[in-house]
């Protein structure tokens, strides 16, 4: 197996299948959904609270599909959680859900806080004690499978080698340390209670169905639009992307094969400057799509003010689920970022109901405040 999308999970009855998933109205979450049942996965109970990043427009083509079912609701809501578990009877837990945007962490972190850790310490609660409720054959089958982030081991300078499963926790924004404080609560779950939990840390995504306030769908849309390309500071940060697709692959391959309690890192291989990836989609919209005046989009890159505590660089060592899950990337860069683009261009209508009043105070907010540095 290459990282496909494998459902060979022990099954252990018909009434023993369903994947309860939080926040897959979002980028991540609604990609994977569309994944999963594409090769044939069971039903899917999608419990997202439709935050201003959540959108069910992104699974707009699942309706009808009878695998698909979408509640809307908080993981915080300990009580309703566990209602769904009874009623639905999953075989494992995925939580995709979060706040996901380090600006947004910065300007307020309550929301963060919130989500991230009290509402994964609820979900967790609420798995423990439906987990309680099950046979031994089911116990020993069921995952709770937690999404986090590379971001939780913080910055590395040039020559540091990768992130590793057992590199130390550093995180640096209210963000990673959110999240790492949420790995920390999975961690406890399976060693205290012993709750067959599952945690992947992944590199920076990108992908169709990625909201235009994180790095690549602002630039390529900011492009179209003949607006400014903003780059934080002096874009020599490094972060290594994955295509989107690549990152559920390997997020079905841990929930079916990864031994509990254990922790699988996900990303590309990809390490690129923010500048270098602004270039990328420069040029391939400079040939999918000139410029009325003939001069590269390159035109629109505007540097302005830095973000407070701004990572340096980010690195993922993914051998252990090559490895021991036999997950690769099956997109380069080159190749995802082209697919990427080309989504954003034939998608005109969902870039159009992205960005209504919530987006548009966002980019006011974020943008107007930092000063050009041209
Ligand atoms: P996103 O912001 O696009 O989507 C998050 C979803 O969670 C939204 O649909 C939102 O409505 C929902 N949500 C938020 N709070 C909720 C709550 N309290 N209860 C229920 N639903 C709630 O995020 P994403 O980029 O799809 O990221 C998904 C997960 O992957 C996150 O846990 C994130 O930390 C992790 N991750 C993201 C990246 C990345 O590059 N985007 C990389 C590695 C890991
Ligand atoms: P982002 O997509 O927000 O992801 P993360 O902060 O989780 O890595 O940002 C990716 C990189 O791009 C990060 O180094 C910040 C930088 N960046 C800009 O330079 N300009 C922007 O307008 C944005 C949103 C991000």
Known sequence: MTGSFSQSAPQICEDFMAI????????????????????????????????YAGNTNNLADLRGDNRYHFV??????????????????PRAIINFAAESHVDRSIGGPGEFIQTNIIGTFRLLEAARSYWSTLDTARQTAFRFLHVSTDEVYGSLEPNDPPFHEGSVYAPNSPYSASKAASD?????????????????????????????????????????????????????????????EDHCRGIAAALEGGTPGEVYNIGGRNEMSNLDVVHAICSILDE?????????????????TDRPGHDRRYAIDARKIERELGW???????????????????????????????????????????????
């Open 20 to 51: 309860l998933a939080t926040g897959c109205a979002g980028f991540i979450g609604s990609n994977f959904v569309r994944s999963w049942l594409a090769n044939d996965g069971e039903t899917i109970i999608n419990l997202d609270k439709l935050t």
């Open 72 to 89: 809307q609701g908080d993981i915080a809501d300990e009580a309703m959680v566990s209602e769904l578990l009874g009623k639905h009877q």
């Open 184 to 244: 920390h609560l999975v961690r406890a779950w399976y060693h205290t209670y012993g709750l067959p939990v599952l945690t992947t840390n992944c590199s920076n995504n990108y992908g169709p169905f990625h909201f235009p306030e994180k790095l690549i769908p602002l630039v390529i849309l900011n492009a179209l639009d003949g607006k400014a390309l903003p780059i934080y500071g002096d874009g020599q940060q490094v972060r290594d992307w994955l295509y989107v």
């Open 288 to 304: 999918k799509r000139p410029r009325s005046d003939g001069r590269s989009y390159t035109q629109q890159i505007t540097f302005v």
């Open 328 to 374: 690769r990337p099956q997109e380069s860069f080159a190749t995802g970022i082209r697919k990427t683009i080309q989504w954003y261009l034939d998608n005109p209508q969902w870039v159009a109901d992205v960005r209504s009043g919530a987006y548009r105070d966002w980019i006011e907010h974020n943008y107007t405040e930092r000063t050009d540095h041209a």
